[in-house]
């Protein structure tokens, strides 16, 4: 899944790559946030689909939309005898998927230089322009907190009397 992944990326960055700077329309970045859902998903299912569960793709897509969607459904069963590795993924997309996509979006697409501004302003219903200059600030200290709370919730389900392990996976799921 990883060499995937890297491969795509990389040829991706070598194929799209451009030197001036372009800003991102409204429609552009509406098919932008569309597409960008839909691959983060597609790469995000490789896991499952080459696991030892033994999953149709279209089992390991499901799975990994709702992780990053945090819905909670799920079409695994015996997930007590899942294999760490998987019960890990499914704890980091639920993590990242709670923190939410934008958030990160927010942070890294204005390194790529890729109109992340753009972007913000399409996901959010907020239309004034004050906000948009402190979008890294914002999601820099929502990411503090969300890490301070899901930190906070291990140490809880630790000291309730769950292992190490479930408490941090259910941390980051909660």
């Avoid at 909670?72 to 069963?77: K, N």
């Avoid at 907190?145 to 389900?157: H, Q, R």
Wanted: net charge neutral; glycine share 6%; with cysteine.
């Amino acid at each position: 899944a990883l060499f995937i992944t890297v491969f795509i990326g990389v040829s991706l960055i070598l194929t799209c790559r451009q030197d001036k700077i372009r800003n991102v329309s409204a429609r552009e970045a509406f098919i932008l946030t569309s597409l960008s859902w839909l691959a983060l998903v597609f790469f995000a299912a490789l896991p499952f689909y080459f696991s030892e569960l033994q999953i149709s793709f279209t089992d390991a897509f499901f799975e990994a939309m709702s992780g990053l969607t945090t819905t909670g459904a799920t079409v695994l069963s015996g997930l007590d005898f899942a294999p760490p590795g998987i019960l890990i993924w499914r704890a980091m997309l639920e993590w990242v998927g709670g923190i939410g996509i934008i958030v990160m979006a927010i942070a890294i697409l204005p390194l790529l230089r890729v109109g992340g501004m753009q972007l913000f302003r399409t996901e959010s219903s907020d239309k004034n322009d004050k906000i948009l200059p402190r979008a890294r600030q914002m999601s820099l200290a929502i990411s503090k907190i969300y890490l301070f709370f899901t930190i906070i919730c291990a140490i809880s389900y630790y000291i309730a009397g769950m292992n190490l392990f479930d408490s941090i996976l259910h941390s980051m799921t909660t």
